[in-house]
């Protein structure tokens, strides 16, 4: 079963409108998690590295101030896209990695991406 | 930084073998992974190599040579629902680093 949950899986709203998503870590505390967005036919581009009780760390080029994210609890991360706009659609995917598990591998778990439709 | 290349599409026949290629240039390297992603959905995982040689994984099968920066997956007797995008990743640090993705590869399974 999914190990990295997901909310909302859909979004379509008004341009101007902030838009929160959720991403728990179900059987697992993560002090970690990541935010990718990928646009249609391309890549999972990293915009964020989620930090539980701490800022954010963001990636080049992603504006802080538009991608507000906070990681509350060890199992909660949430990513707010404020006054949302048409070339902020996308597919948003959160990401967690599991420390207990994998060896040297440890496995990086997907959520199953919420997408965001601004009209 | 981290760079990955990958084909963009390949298109094999249902049953037939196909073989995805992926070079990687790092600064660190802590394993290359392999994830499937179909139309509309979230990646899956598939397959991880942090040591030269093959893994083998049913149907699936994925090679790393470090020396070379180089790896590929190996899918066998394909179906037609191996139709999807495929990406290889690599993470540079260990601990709690995020995978970096190639550009992925749009394979096309044809009857």
């Known amino acids: 079963g999914a190990v990295v949950s997901q909310h909302p899986s859909w979004v379509i709203c008004k341009s101007g409108t902030s838009v929160k998503i959720e991403c728990r870590s179900l059987d697992f505390q993560a002090t970690t998690m990541f935010w990718y967005r990928q646009f249609p036919k391309q890549s999972l581009m990293l915009m964020a590295t989620?930090?539980?009780?701490?800022?954010?760390?963001?990636e080049q080029g992603v504006e802080k101030d538009k991608f507000l994210i906070n990681h509350a609890s060890l199992t909660l991360s949430t990513l707010t896209v404020t006054s949302a706009h048409p070339e902020d659609s996308s597919f948003y995917i959160c990401s967690a990695i599991d420390p207990t598990g994998g060896g040297s591998n440890q496995p990086q778990h997907f959520g199953d991406g919420t997408r965001l439709s601004i009209l | 930084g981290q760079s990955l290349e990958q084909p963009s599409e390949v298109t094999a026949v249902e049953g037939a073998i196909v073989q995805i290629n992926c070079t990687y240039q790092t600064s660190g390297f802590y394993g290359l992974s392999w994830y499937q992603q179909h139309d509309g959905g979230a990646p899956t995982f598939l397959s991880y190599?942090?040591?030269?040689g093959l893994e083998e994984t049913g149907r699936f099968s994925s090679f790393l040579s470090r020396s070379d920066s180089y790896g590929y997956l190996l899918l066998q007797e394909l179906q037609m629902k191996d139709s999807a995008s495929y990406f290889c990743?690599?993470?540079?640090?260990?601990?709690?680093?995020?995978?970096?993705f190639g550009k992925g590869t749009r394979l096309s399974v044809i009857a």
């Open positions: 190599n942090a040591l030269d």
């Open positions: 989620s930090n539980e009780g701490s800022k954010a760390t963001y």
């Open positions: 990743a690599v993470r540079d640090a260990g601990g709690n680093t995020p995978l970096v």
